[in-house]
């Protein structure tokens, strides 16, 4: 069965700095990988997903992530933070198809914060 | 509509209570999914549906949960007999297509329920 982590339960970056959300997975095959966010009070929003191809993926915002295979990791990526990035980011996977797992697995979640 | 609406926001219930969680779903959105919010974690897989046949009930936690989704649009998740544990935010999510999808879901803005 698939599954997701994520490390660490809070990310502190200050604004105008690269910042770094990691995940890693274990799945059968070749995964469908994607970052969600979820801001407070609201239902979580799509960011981006690696489902083939370049292994760096573009999404929005300004947030992109790095599919490594080696490293079975996708981690969330933005050069340059702003204060209203701070939010939850969830990573989650999907196995392939055909004989695939069709329910997405998230992990429980990192909590960026943003310092002024 | 314009996105998946869930009502009721917010329900309390006493323990033992019944309680009805709705989702809409985006219009044309053919797979529906369940998940379970705890505090503080990622969203749990409960169910999936594609259309009006629920493919997948794995993630439900007792016999107490009960989903359905009877003419592939609107869905109804049912908890009977509460408990306090299952006190939390339960999520509903649309992708557009079916088994062969590599695209996002959509989620609502979730229903909390809290159980006294």
């Known amino acids: 069965a698939q599954s997701v982590a994520q490390p660490e339960d809070q990310v502190n970056v200050a604004e105008g700095n690269p910042l770094t959300v990691k995940c890693t997975y274990s799945?059968?095959?070749?995964?469908?990988l994607f970052w969600y966010v979820q801001y407070p009070n609201r239902g979580l929003q799509f960011l981006l997903k690696?489902?083939?191809?370049?292994?760096l993926v573009k999404g929005s915002y300004g947030f992109e992530a790095e599919f490594n295979k080696s490293q079975t990791s996708f981690h969330l990526k933005k050069p340059s933070a702003l204060v209203s990035d701070s939010a939850l980011y969830f990573c989650?996977?999907?196995?392939?198809?055909?004989?695939?797992?069709?329910?997405?697995?998230f992990g429980k979640g990192t909590r960026l914060h943003i310092l002024p | 509509g314009a996105g998946v609406s869930q009502s009721p926001r917010y329900k309390v219930a006493k323990r033992g209570q019944d309680v009805a969680l709705r989702c809409d779903p985006i219009s044309g959105h053919v797979s529906l999914f369940w998940y379970q919010q705890a505090l503080g974690q990622g969203p749990e897989f409960l169910t999936y549906f594609q259309n009006e046949a629920q493919l997948d009930k794995s993630g439900l936690p007792s016999d107490r949960f009960f989903a359905e989704r009877p003419e592939g649009s609107v869905s109804t998740l049912k908890i009977q007999r509460t408990q306090q544990e299952d006190s939390a935010v339960y999520l509903c999510?649309?992708?557009?297509?079916?088994?062969?999808?590599?695209?996002?879901?959509?989620f609502g803005e979730g229903s909390r329920l809290t159980v006294l």
């Open positions: 999510a649309s992708s557009l297509l079916g088994v062969s999808d590599t695209g996002e879901l959509f």
């Open positions: 989650a996977v999907r196995g392939p198809p055909p004989n695939r797992d069709d329910k997405i697995i």
């Open positions: 799945v059968s095959g070749n995964p469908y």
């Open positions: 690696y489902i083939t191809g370049d292994n």
